[in-house]
């Protein structure tokens, strides 16, 4: 699915429902080629089953989800950072900020797909959004490193220029 464009979030949405259907046919129908075992007169009911599995597929996927947002955020920001960095004026913070509001609400969209409670979604915010300043003070550090010798060429260039 990923590789048809579809999103990180709804292919997990997709391959779940699929997963959940495939669970439905097989624990509802007794003669369902899926079942592995059946004793009729029991009349089970597998929703605990049930949604253990549905925890099951997300606890699996939710690690493979953050290493793709976390890849993301480290390519998407990495350029853009290096470009705001290297044309600084009054107005690179607001920049940043801009851009950084911009991928976390990109990321907060895509997290819906996993229907998780309140508190684990905070806390998985939290996570990406530190994960994402981290990448902001490391491209910062970065661009100022590259000041120094910024300066030195401009100054080297004036000097040559006047024919000094």
């Known amino acids: 699915m990923l590789n048809r464009g579809e999103g990180f979030s709804s292919s997990v ?24 075992a ?20 997300s606890n699996e996927k939710l690690p493979q989800w953050k290493d793709f947002y976390k890849k993301r955020f480290n390519g998407a920001l990495s350029k853009q950072l290096k470009s705001i960095f290297q044309s600084a004026d009054g107005y690179t913070w607001v920049k940043v900020r801009e851009l950084l509001t911009c991928e976390m609400d990109h990321m907060s969209a895509s997290i819906s797909g996993f229907e998780l409670d309140l508190q684990k979604r905070n806390k998985l915010v939290l996570e990406m959004r530190d994960f994402a300043r981290d990448v902001v003070v490391i491209k910062a550090r970065e661009g100022a490193a590259n000041v120094e010798l910024q300066m030195r060429n401009r100054w080297v260039w004036e000097v040559g220029m006047r024919g000094v």
């Not at 007794?30 to 079942?35: A, E, N, Q």
């Not at 059946?38 to 099951?56: F, Y």
């Open 38 to 57: 059946a004793i009729r007169q029991a009349n089970w009911d597998t929703s605990d089953i049930r949604e253990k599995l549905c925890n099951d597929i």
């Open 13 to 36: 949405k997709l391959c779940s429902i699929s997963a959940m259907s495939k669970f439905d046919k097989g624990s509802g129908d007794l003669f369902s080629p899926l079942l592995d």
